[in-house]
């Protein structure tokens, strides 16, 4: 990759990190389902004025809606509604840090829906990876500084639910909106999450306004995290293919631990350091990276998510 391509990854990678950041900030006044509805809402609109200037077409023509609907809805649930909201309800017991290299685990996830759903073989490179995961989250919570209780449980499992339904949104996108161009299947994600969160987001409208610093977090998740990012994962699609954007599942965690930490002052000691070690090792082993000058050779499933 050029020097270019090197700082656009690093940049991805910071920007969707900082999103757990501002989840953290902003779903504490919010609550989940506005404020995840408030994301896809405007950050669908946003990609789709973007879409139709770039594109030069009509992107609401290109994507069937009439015809395929029911994908994007499932889709959308699948990517978008559930994950995000999951992510937010764990924000409200997690710091960002946790929050952050839990959702990491995706590809381990993605690994074993595939194995159920495609048949893809489970090899014993991947078996390991999965099991290493599974010490890695154990190890995650034992060094975490929170007290480990039921509540803590119950988020830690959102978080991780979280990340299994973004593994299943992958294989499930891969087989039934595959040959949409990338901007658009963002953009058939975001709408179809916004139409499904309609309902709840209406119904948990908080009393108070929030403040200026949860509103200022909500327009940075909608445009750095979720359009900007957007784009930038498109670039690097385009100009350094599929296997060595996926690195970037490496540097997400380690920016939103690294957000938490300079921002809100989280605790990040020795324990949690190695679970996200641990993690990110069975990661590795499951996505098949192998590294050769610094560069991931082979190949590695890339999800649709937005972090």
């Known amino acids: 990759m050029k020097p270019m391509h090197f700082g656009a990854l690093f940049l991805l990678g910071a920007i969707w990190g900082a999103s757990f950041l501002f989840i953290g900030v902003a779903v504490q006044e919010f609550g989940p389902f506005l404020l995840m509805f408030l994301r896809v809402l405007v950050g669908g609109l946003i990609l789709l004025l973007i879409g139709w200037i770039t594109q030069k077409q009509n ?11 029911r994908k994007y809805l499932i889709v959308g649930l699948l990517n978008s509604a559930l994950p995000f909201t999951l992510i937010a309800f764990s924000e409200l017991k997690l710091t960002v840090s946790l929050a952050a290299i839990l959702n990491s685990t995706t590809p381990l996830f993605t690994a074993l829906v595939a194995a159920v759903w495609n048949n893809e073989r489970l090899t014993g490179r991947k078996l390991l990876g999965v099991f290493m995961g599974v010490i890695g989250v154990a190890m995650l919570m034992r060094g975490s500084p ?8 119950v988020a830690v499992l959102a978080s991780l639910s979280a990340a299994l339904c973004y593994g299943t949104a992958t294989v499930y996108a891969a087989r039934h909106i595959s040959g949409l161009p990338a901007i658009f299947a963002s953009i058939s994600q975001l709408l179809s999450a916004a139409i499904l969160l309609a309902p709840p987001a ?19 998740l909608i445009i750095l995290s979720t359009s900007c990012a ?6 690097l699609l385009k100009n350094v293919g599929a296997t060595q954007t996926a690195s970037v599942t490496f540097l997400v965690p380690v920016f939103g631990s690294l957000w ?10 020795s324990g949690m350091l190695l679970g996200m070690v641990i993690i990110l090792t069975s990661v590795g082993l499951v996505a098949g990276i192998r590294i050769r000058k610094h560069m991931p050779q082979s190949p590695v499933r890339v999800a649709l998510k937005d972090f």
């Open 230 to 235: 957007n784009l930038l994962y498109f670039f």
């Open 202 to 220: 209406m119904l948990t409208i908080p009393d108070e306004m929030p403040s200026s610093t949860a509103i200022i977090a909500l327009l940075s």
């Open 260 to 269: 938490g930490i300079l921002f809100l002052r989280e605790p990040f000691n």
């Open 59 to 69: 992107p609401l023509g290109l994507l069937r809606w009439r015809d395929t609907w």
């Open 146 to 153: 929170l007290i480990v209780d039921l509540y803590l449980i």
